[in-house]
């Protein structure tokens, strides 16, 4: 029974890998945004993402959040959100590249890379509490897990 969920759990890692690859270009984009178009860009943009959803609710508890986060970015949280997602985008196209094209070491590099993002990240979520990043370390834990089951099946094939 445990042999048939073996393709659906190779194809899900594989689709998260694909996923963490193109959030990486996004990370990348949206830190070269970031960066040319300043804290301006997030102030207008924001509030442009959550019109119809303001128009019909104007109390929308996630879309006046997220506007009242955007208006108040210091300077060093701006500099901070450009590197780090420049750096954090750039390291997850590469892990992605690697772990897609089955190199024997992105999955011992990946899983360091993702630790150390991870850790880093419950720091962070120590002083923010921020729900979103929550999510996102939880997400990159499944991750972590199910790369080693597929470098446990990779490491018995070769």
């Given at each position: 029974?445990?042999?048939?969920?073996?393709?659906?759990?190779?194809?899900?890692?594989?689709?998260?890998?694909f996923?963490?690859?193109?959030?990486?270009?996004?990370?990348v984009l949206?830190?070269?945004?970031l960066?040319?178009?300043?804290?301006?860009?997030?102030?207008?943009?924001?509030?442009?993402?959550f019109r119809?959803?303001?128009?019909?609710?104007?109390?929308?508890?996630?879309?006046?959040?997220l506007?009242?986060?955007?208006?108040?970015?210091?300077?060093?949280?701006?500099?901070?959100?450009?590197?780090?997602?420049?750096?954090h985008?750039?390291?997850?196209?590469g892990?992605?590249?690697?772990?897609?094209?089955?190199?024997?070491?992105?999955?011992?590099?990946?899983?360091?890379?993702?630790?150390?993002?991870t850790?880093?990240?419950?720091?962070?979520?120590?002083?923010?509490?921020?729900?979103?990043?929550?999510?996102?370390?939880?997400?990159?834990?499944?991750?972590?897990?199910?790369?080693r089951?597929?470098?446990?099946?990779?490491?018995?094939?070769?």
């Amino acid at each position: 029974m445990q042999s048939r969920f073996k393709p659906f759990f190779h194809k899900l890692f594989k689709l998260t890998i694909f996923a963490k690859g193109v959030d990486g270009v996004i990370d990348v984009l949206t830190s070269l945004l970031l960066l040319f178009y300043g804290k301006n860009a997030l102030t207008k943009f924001v509030p442009f993402l959550f019109r119809k959803e303001l128009i019909e609710d104007p109390k929308d508890l996630l879309g006046n959040y997220l506007i009242k986060i955007t208006e108040n970015i210091s300077f060093d949280t701006h500099l901070f959100l450009v590197t780090y997602l420049a750096v954090h985008g750039l390291i997850k196209v590469g892990v992605s590249i690697g772990l897609y094209s089955n190199n024997p070491r992105a999955y011992q590099i990946a899983e360091v890379v993702l630790i150390t993002f991870t850790g880093y990240q419950l720091y962070r979520l120590s002083h923010t509490h921020s729900f979103t990043l929550l999510l996102f370390t939880l997400v990159d834990i499944l991750i972590i897990i199910s790369m080693r089951f597929e470098a446990k099946k990779f490491n018995k094939q070769n």
